[in-house]
């Protein structure tokens, strides 16, 4: 079994502050690192896929970092709004089969 | 949004029956996953598909088996449900092993 660990499991955070969360993976065999946000009742939809060790994305106020080589990768959330409030979920996939490993993620509560 | 529909969205079976839940796309995608969501184990895989006929295990496989017989639908069965299979069961699919993953609403299914 693949250990795909997710780090803090829940974060309560006020307004305005910035935050960021880890996902650990292993660090052979590696092929791809999803982040995805996962708003309650509704479905997990993708914020990156990232591919190369060193790659960054971006999108509006969040971005994510990978390091393929120690096996993390940060997501980080700037000037968190009430509307952050989610669970982040990372999800790995090694070179040699097709399967989507997820952690267990981190929930994320953002207060006015 | 992804053409992804599972089936049935909500469910109440007795112990010891058999179930089959479905997953149709219309995206054409290649890869195509089942999930079970619980609290405190994030979303684990179950088993997934490759192709048509093309399957493999994932963490969770125990009591459940798969069908893939053509692109677009991907069958979980409960062969004989149990308590411990009451859950929120996630299809995802996904075009290649680099791009990211589109889920399906979930089902929600109850075992007594």
Redesign the interface.
């Known amino acids: ?2 250990n795909v660990e997710q780090s803090p499991q829940s974060l309560h955070v006020q307004e305005g502050d910035s935050t960021n969360f880890t996902c650990s993976f292993p660090s052979s065999n590696f ?2 690192l ?1 982040w ?1 946000r996962w708003e309650t009742a509704k ?4 914020l990156f ?1 990232m ?1 190369l060790n060193g790659d960054e994305k971006k999108k509006g106020r969040i971005s994510a970092t990978l390091n393929t080589k120690e096996g993390y990768s940060y997501l980080y959330i700037k000037g968190s709004q009430p509307e952050d409030s989610a669970t982040y ?1 990372c ?1 790995f ?1 090694g070179g040699s ?9 981190t929930l994320l509560t953002v207060n006015p | 949004d992804a053409g992804i529909t599972q089936s049935p969205r909500h469910k109440v079976t007795e112990t010891g029956t058999p179930v089959t839940l479905r997953c149709h796309q219309t995206e054409n995608h290649r890869y195509m996953y089942w999930y079970r969501q619980d609290p405190g184990h994030g979303l684990r895989l179950i088993h997934y598909s490759y192709g048509v006929k093309d399957t493999d295990k994932g963490e969770v496989s125990d009591g459940y088996s798969v069908s893939r017989s053509k692109t677009e639908d991907f069958l979980l069965t409960l062969e004989s449900a149990t308590s411990s299979q009451t859950s929120v069961y996630f299809c995802a699919i996904s075009e290649s092993v680099r791009v990211e993953a589109f889920f399906g609403q979930g089902t929600r299914l109850t075992v007594v």
């Open positions: 079994i693949l092929y791809a999803h995805y479905s997990p939809e993708a896929v591919t979920l999800a996939r089969n097709y399967k989507l490993t997820f952690g267990k993620g």
